[in-house]
């Protein structure tokens, strides 16, 4: 059974850092990208960042130089490191295996001014 896990959320001062973790169960870790997106209310879901199982990442520009996204397959694992967070930030950030209907319950970041 796939499931996926997010953690690592919470509320942090603007310019400060916070470091989701997404646990994936299942057969798909090895074989689909791993993708974070991110809504905030009354938006649509944007895609912040995308990491490949050969470890090839992909950033939309607004997070580029901000968002760092990580894997470690021996524990089924991905990771977003947001750095310099604005509160333009806040939002629920989900993650999704890349092309499926995978995804976890999400996660709250609120960035304060």
């Known amino acids: 059974q796939v499931q996926l896990v997010e953690s690592g959320g919470g509320l942090v001062q603007a310019g400060g850092s916070l470091r989701l973790s997404c646990a994936a169960s299942g057969d798909l870790f090895n074989v689909y990208a791993m993708d974070w997106y991110r809504q905030a209310p009354g938006t649509q879901r944007q895609l912040v960042a995308s990491i490949a199982p050969n470890d090839i990442t992909n950033y939309p520009d607004f997070v580029k130089g901000r968002f760092t996204v990580s894997r470690d397959s021996a524990k089924n694992m991905v990771y977003l490191q947001m750095n310099d967070l604005e509160p333009d930030d806040t939002a629920v950030y989900y993650c999704?295996?890349?092309?499926?209907?995978?995804w976890g319950q999400g996660t709250q970041v609120t960035v304060s001014t």
């Open positions: 999704r295996f890349n092309g499926t209907s995978y």
